[in-house]
């Protein structure tokens, strides 16, 4: 058997109660970034809307820990989290680099390749962590936090979910991985819009949430202010994620691969008994 043909190794294998945790905190993730659009002028949520987010926010940090936790418990052992700590400290390192620089960010490249290798599960708790620890090391702490984390365990979760995980490999799997990355880099910068943009005083700009406005109103003024604040940090992102997977993506997703055959993720860890 050939090392393509060899199953890839995976450090977290999600349960039923993680797919069940993840699709919680999922579905509240969701409801919290687009009740702008569904709910009703005369809601209590719209009356208040400036206090909607800081809710919402303090929501997804507990499903987030709940999330962790449940995957934690279902098979994150000891070399996954040395792993886990490695990227998210090497992630959170990488965040700065591109910081205030039309949306060059190296670390989402590191994530979505992360995922890629160390599937889903894994995935999820490392996007969350690393833009935790990122968010910490840059003072870019707010309520809009917990929704960069949401946003960044969503894409490299995805990335875990591609094709092909035991046979794609070479060319073939860089272009896939960029095929990805294009769309993704666009969304997360949809996503973290989506949790700043209701903060908007209404009053301030005509593309700015209207609490008293139909859906397809707010609907129009949320693409116009995507494309007016946001659409530059997205095109740069994804160019950044396109250049860095054809050019460092071979070295990066044999070294990911070769460490996770050395650690022997789905093997237990044993001790020998002492002679005599």
């Not at 708790?125 to 946003?151: D, E, K, N, R, Y």
Request: net charge positive; proline share 7%; charged share 10%.
């Amino acid at each position: 058997m050939t090392s393509h043909d060899t199953p890839q190794a995976r450090a977290v294998r999600l349960g039923p109660r993680s797919i069940a945790a993840l699709t919680l905190v999922s579905a509240v993730g969701v409801a919290a970034l687009v009740w702008p659009f569904f709910a009703p002028p005369e809601s209590a949520v719209v009356a208040h809307s400036q206090d909607a987010p800081w809710l919402f926010a303090c929501l997804l940090v507990l499903l987030v820990a709940i999330v962790a936790a449940t995957i934690s418990e279902s098979g994150l052992g000891p070399k996954a989290v040395a792993m886990l700590g490695v990227l998210a400290a090497a992630g959170a390192a990488l965040r700065p680099i591109g910081a205030g620089t039309a949306g060059l960010e190296p670390m989402f490249f590191l994530m979505i390749l992360s995922g890629r290798v160390l599937g889903p599960g894994f995935g999820f708790v490392l996007g969350s962590l690393s833009m935790f620890a990122s968010a910490l090391l840059t003072g870019g702490v707010g309520p809009w936090m917990p929704f960069q984390m949401l946003a960044m365990g969503w894409i490299t979760m995805g990335a875990g979910l591609l094709p092909g995980q035991d046979r794609l490999r070479g060319r073939a799997e860089r272009l896939l991985l960029c095929a990805y990355g294009i769309p993704a880099a666009f969304a997360y910068g949809t996503v973290t819009n989506l949790a700043g943009w209701t903060f908007m005083s209404s009053a301030a700009s005509n593309i700015s949430f209207g609490g008293d406005l139909p859906a397809l109103t707010n609907l129009a003024r949320f693409v116009a202010y995507v494309l007016a604040t946001s659409l530059g940090w997205d095109l740069g992102r994804a160019v950044t994620t396109v250049v860095l997977t054809l050019t460092l993506g071979p070295v990066i997703l044999r070294a990911l691969r070769r460490a996770t055959r050395r650690a022997a993720f789905e093997s237990p860890v044993t001790f020998d008994t002492p002679s005599g």
